[in-house]
């Protein structure tokens, strides 16, 4: 299943002015608000911006190396899900397309914290795999994460994803570039969800 968030949106409308009982007053039409998305396409003009609690976790068995991004400083222990008493700092989400039936979204996660956990936690099924786990490196990076179609609600197969790249003080000592990337689809029958890509990769600094 895809990941799921709590956004609040807000809208902001616009209040017309209206002349009333003065005829001689000449009204011109002024140019009508662009709602263009970032890069968005020209179909779906309409953009909602708000803020979401967004933690993204996920592993590599190839590398045996786990991510979490936009954990607080401690860590996923952190969490109130974990025991502890924080969470996830709010971060931007821009939503195109909802009056049209689909939601497209772009979350753009800047100078986060990153944390890089291994081994992958046997069972390993999200987040709470890693209440009890100490990160081997963390530091701060950006993350990108696109949805094509939010609610699944398009005739095409719905492509989303998240890629993460920062740079990392290892516990053991020294520093690396962390390298992050997991791509999923669903397809047009609902299938879910087909692993199109997922690595987490430390390089040399």
Known sequence: MKPQSLVTLGLL????PVACDRPATVVTSAPPPQFDFTNGPSDLPNVFRGDSILLFVWPDYTTN???AVNAPDGGVSSLRRCGSSLRPEPQPVQTVGEMQDVMRQLRLLRDVN???YSPVPAGFSGFMSLCGAT???QGTGNLTSTDNDRLVTGNGANAFGFRAEGTVDLVAGG???VLAEEQMLILPDGTCCLLRARHVMLLAH
């Open 175 to 177: 520093s690396a570039r």
């Open 135 to 137: 990160p081997i490196a």
């Open 114 to 116: 990153i944390h890089v």
């Open 65 to 67: 190396l786990v991510i």
């Open 13 to 16: 409308l616009p209040l017309l």
